[in-house]
């Protein structure tokens, strides 16, 4: 490491003192201020396993958010004020429902593959252990790349109009993380995440509703030595089928770091999270031939941030069937109205 010069380091000792003396309530919680779980990916039919067999699902994935004001962010070691984040991705995600049950449900595994561009500027940059000394420029990062792999396991069960399920997420890195970089799709540490989901669907009525509760344990990012803390986050959501293709209806999300952050590379302090979003929904399916696809939109708007990005993600969902076991098959019936064939994680 280069020592600073006389000048250079008075001024690095100003920056992190006028850091450090920041208010609580104006520090960034969770590194990148974003968990490994993607709050509101999770909406209607959140509860329903398909039956037996290969099904995949692509869902693309667009937030625009800031932390205005003198709120502080950590992302890759580098430390800055002023953050606007605009990230576009997309999530590949295969799944096999086995027929294997467990106490009644069936097992199932899905292997998620994310990629994109975080498009990320900065209105004040404290540090950045790119250049190894403290700056007051602005800075702006927008790099496409894989970020990390998501592992799952979960199982579902029915009984009449209720539809249940519990997962287990792992996450692990794929070593695409840039330390010093302010983009980054990965976020570079090891997390578990587990979570239920509860869907209750009248097939008469035509009504929906999902919650899916959960709770995430994140492990130290190796590259920077920062640990977030313990988050939880709940999702709902609200619908109404108006025929067999076509659903609309509400949904929203609710996110709260449970402990504070912490590890040696932890520049900003313990400080904890939380944010509320709420917004609509619109569900169709049609047939390609004989294959039901299903597609889904989502825009929500979040409020009440402390702590984190406040701003509008917005989901496109597109799932279909690659086989179903045989005796299976999901019927195009009004009892399963829109013929969903993909879980979400």
Do not use: C
Not at 214 to 223: K, L
Not at 279 to 297: L, R
């Amino acid at each position: 490491m280069h020592s600073l010069n006389r000048p250079a380091g008075l001024v690095a000792f100003a920056l992190l003192g006028a850091v450090s003396m920041l208010p609580p309530g104006s520090a960034q919680a969770a590194e990148s201020a974003q968990g490994i779980y993607v709050l509101g990916n999770r909406g209607p039919l959140a509860g329903v396993t398909p039956p037996p067999g290969f099904y995949f699902e692509s869902e693309t994935y667009f937030y625009q958010g800031n932390l205005s004001g003198n709120r502080t962010f950590q992302s890759g070691g580098v430390v800055a004020a002023n953050v606007k984040l605009d990230t576009s991705a997309t999530f590949m995600t295969p799944v096999w429902v086995t027929p294997v049950e467990i106490l009644g449900g069936n097992l199932g595994f899905s292997l998620t593959i994310p990629f994109g561009t975080p498009n990320v500027s900065a209105g004040a940059v404290f540090f950045s252990p790119r250049i190894d000394r403290i700056i007051a420029g602005r800075e702006r990062d927008a790099v496409f790349n894989v970020g990390d792999i998501y592992l799952a396991s979960f199982v579902g069960w029915h009984s009449g109009n209720f539809h249940w399920s519990a997962t287990v997420l792992g996450v692990v890195p794929s070593g695409s993380y840039e330390t010093g970089q302010l983009s980054n799709i990965s976020l570079n540490r090891h997390a578990l995440d587990l979570s239920g989901a509860l869907t209750y669907l009248d097939p008469v009525l035509g009504y929906e509703l999902s919650v899916v509760p959960g709770i995430t344990f994140n492990w130290i990012n190796p590259a920077t030595q920062y640990l977030t803390g313990t988050e939880f986050h709940l999702e709902w959501s609200a619908s109404k089928y108006l025929s067999q293709q076509l659903s609309v209806g509400v949904v929203g999300y609710f996110y709260d770091q449970l402990t504070g952050d912490g590890g040696p590379g932890n520049r900003i302090g313990p400080f904890r999270g939380q944010v509320t979003a709420i917004g609509g929904q619109i569900g169709y399916t049609f047939k390609v031939g004989e294959i039901p696809v299903s597609t889904n939109i989502r825009v929500l708007r979040e409020f009440n941030a402390t702590n984190r990005f406040e701003g509008t993600a917005t989901y496109l969902t597109i799932s279909a069937p690659l086989w179903v076991a045989p005796g299976a098959a999901v019927a195009d019936a009004k009892p399963t109205m829109t013929n969903r064939v993909v879980r979400k994680f």
